[in-house]
């Protein structure tokens, strides 16, 4: 039986650096390494670090010197910005504003938004934690269990009191479930309110264009996006954006300063303070239009087999259940969460690394009003597929699970301070200068 799609078909479709790195097992055999946690992080594309290597010899101060690589870099940076915006079919009077990551481009909208901001339960800190705080109010929806019922709640509220803004996941980080953007925007904009979307799972599987959309704010990590150079965005309408204060008060975010009052940028400039990071701007540049070039039906396609196949694979096993926010939600993105009966999910995550060469998440992946919804306080396993994921992948999933049931299970895995970790690790290090042992998680995972 082939195993559709094969690493082959893969690397035809987008290769990623390291798509190929083998990984010891406990065994002391290797495997290519099954990355199925891109939802947290994926590879670099090739093209995106070679991006890289061409642009590094001209690298030299952005926005300050009259030096030749100085001119070049200013303009590499600008050009990156104008292929950030087009990737999201931006406006023209829309702002592109160059941050760190989602958190970063969400924590600066919430420092102008002039009023009160609509949320529901289901989204990921990033888009929770820095509206809990919001100066002028907040309004919790807890979500229903039909897609449906999640909307009238949402009109509901914005029926009975004036929002600023709702903000609003574009794709669920646990289920890779959504709600109809279209719907969203349609209700909110009926009532006054904008919205933002919070696209750091969505755009790096589909499509998205705020134009037709006509959502008014868009923030995305570059690290989700196979461009891992510590940059991201937000885009969207410059009023508020102008009319704010500066987020990042600094060098470059100013016109002119006196000793008692500063006269600020408007524009991207305002909220980019400091020495902005060309080679992050133009990795997600290029990262950009490298996804927009893909032929969309195959990338779809890429998906929706692997996601079925997962599925089925899942459901196929006893004792497993996969999590789901909305009954009669349509077209879940390369996401999903599960549990296995009597299993804490750190010990079946630190199995399947040891003993099957997987990547996955297990946790609370930073969502805990959602998991606590969901019931699964101890948190639950995610998986996710994307443009570097095989069938194969896939498979050994599945096949360690099924594994695991039937207690093939050859190492020794303890608790220690609340995470677990395999017993004797005598797995190999990979030869990189500096790299004296494996992060003993215990300690270092601060994000569950
Ligand atoms: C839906 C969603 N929003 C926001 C974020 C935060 O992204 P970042 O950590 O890149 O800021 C994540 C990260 O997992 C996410 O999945």
């Known amino acids: 039986m082939t195993l559709t799609p094969t690493r082959t078909e893969v690397e035809a479709l987008l290769p990623v650096v390291g798509g190929d790195t083998q990984v010891p097992l406990l065994d002391g055999s290797w495997v290519t390494y099954a990355n199925l946690d891109g939802a947290a992080s994926t590879p670099a594309l090739q093209v995106v670090a070679d991006r890289v290597a061409d ?38 009077d829309d702002l592109t504003i160059i941050t760190r990551n989602t958190t970063d481009s969400i924590n600066l909208l919430a420092s102008v938004v002039p009023g009160k901001v609509l949320v529901i339960d289901v989204e990921h800190h990033a888009n929770f934690l820095p509206w809990q705080s919001h100066p002028q109010g907040v309004t919790i929806v807890v979500g229903s269990a ?35 953007l279209d719907r969203v925007v349609a209700v909110a904009h009926q009532h006054g309110a904008r919205v933002l979307v919070d696209g750091a799972q969505l755009l790096a599987h589909r499509r998205f264009s705020l134009r037709e959309t006509d959502a008014d704010y868009v923030a995305f990590s570059a690290h989700k996006l196979y461009a891992p150079y510590g940059a991201g965005a937000l885009v969207g309408r410059a009023d ?56 969309e039906q195959a990338w779809a396609e890429h998906e929706r087999v692997l996601r079925e196949r997962l599925v089925a694979g899942l459901e196929s096993i006893e004792g497993v259940r996969i999590a789901r926010l909305w009954v009669d939600s349509e077209e879940p993105v390369g996401v999903l969460t599960f549990t296995m009966e009597d299993t804490e999910p750190g010990y079946l995550a630190a199995y399947l690394a040891a003993e099957h060469g997987l990547g996955v998440r297990d946790g609370r992946f930073c969502a805990h009003p959602l998991l606590a919804r969901l019931d699964l306080p101890l948190g639950a396993i995610r998986v996710s597929v994307g443009l570097a994921t095989t069938g194969e992948d896939v498979d050994r ?52």
């Open 55 to 92: 642009v590094m010899p001209w690298y030299a101060s952005v926005h300050r010197g009259a030096g030749y690589l100085s001119q070049v870099s200013t303009a590499l940076y600008e050009e990156a910005r104008t292929e950030i915006a087009a990737f999201v079919d931006a406006r023209e």
């Open 397 to 448: 999933l599945v096949a360690g699970l099924r594994a695991f049931v039937a207690g093939q299970i050859k190492g020794d895995y303890r608790l220690v301070d609340g995470l677990w970790h395999l017993e004797n690790d005598s797995r190999p290090l990979p030869q990189i200068d500096g790299l004296l042992a494996l992060a003993d998680t215990a300690g270092l995972c601060t994000s569950d």
């Open 240 to 295: 508020w954006l102008d009319a704010g204060p500066a987020y990042l008060s600094g060098g470059g975010a100013v016109r002119q300063v006196h000793l008692r009052d500063t006269t600020w940028q408007a524009g991207p400039a305002r909220h980019e303070g400091g020495t902005p990071n060309l080679i992050g701007a133009v990795a997600l540049a290029a990262a950009c239009t490298t996804l927009a070039g893909l032929d």
């Open 146 to 180: 039909t897609v449906a019922g999640t909307l009238d709640r949402i009109e509901a509220e914005l029926e009975g009191e004036t929002y600023a803004l709702v903000a609003i996941t574009g794709a669920s980080n646990v289920t890779g479930e959504a709600l109809p």
